[in-house]
């Protein structure tokens, strides 16, 4: 039973210093970020065992993990209130071609970021060809043409 008490701290935790680091820094990961993540699933390993090192607690830890992740989505699902909490909900950074720089700095998003999505997905060039840019739930950002 403490192994599972363990994943659900170790679990809780992750989930909270993720949703802290914000939507983007998973979505943008470079070679520091993995190196980062190596050393955070190493860390938590002593946390997760203890000093049981047998295969059985290795497997009711990794299930105890992924059966938490599939309550964590089905209670998103199921109470909105729940999926803004663990998940995020979508931003609108640029209404009508204008950029939304207080939503920008809170979420450390540039200019440079938008412009290449837009470019990416629509060919777009310039800021005032843009309608609407969002940033989704996933971290990527959508953009909405004016269509001229």
């Known amino acids: 039973m403490e192994s599972v008490v363990r994943a659900l701290?170790?679990?809780?935790?992750i989930l909270?210093?993720?949703?802290?680091?914000?939507?983007?820094?998973?979505s943008s990961i470079n070679t520091f970020d993995l190196v980062l993540l190596l050393i955070i699933s190493e860390a938590t390993q002593q946390a997760l065992l203890g000093d049981d090192f047998s295969l059985t607690t290795a497997a009711l830890?990794?299930?105890?993990?992924?059966?938490?992740?599939?309550?964590?989505?089905?209670?998103?699902?199921?109470?909105?209130?729940?999926?803004?909490?663990?998940d995020s909900?979508?931003?609108?950074?640029v209404d009508d071609g204008r950029l939304l720089t207080d939503r920008l700095k809170q979420l450390h998003i540039t200019e440079s970021d938008i412009?290449?999505?837009?470019?990416?997905?629509?060919?777009?060039?310039?800021?005032?060809?843009?309608?609407?840019?969002?940033?989704?739930?996933?971290?990527?950002?959508?953009?909405?043409?004016?269509?001229?």
Do not use: N
């Not at 701290?9 to 935790?13: A, E, H, P, T």
């Not at 909270?16 to 998973?26: D, Q, V, W």
């Not at 909900?89 to 950074?93: A, F, I, K």
């Not at 777009?124 to 001229?148: H, N, P």
């Open 115 to 148: 412009l290449q999505a837009a470019r990416q997905s629509q060919g777009l060039e310039r800021m005032d060809q843009i309608r609407y840019a969002v940033l989704e739930k996933t971290g990527k950002i959508s953009v909405v043409s004016r269509g001229q």
């Open 16 to 26: 909270l210093l993720l949703r802290a680091g914000g939507k983007r820094s998973l």
């Open 61 to 86: 830890v990794v299930t105890t993990l992924v059966a938490v992740d599939r309550l964590t989505d089905y209670l998103g699902f199921r109470f909105p209130a729940f999926s803004r909490i663990t």
């Open 89 to 93: 909900t979508p931003v609108v950074v």
């Open 9 to 13: 701290v170790v679990y809780l935790f």
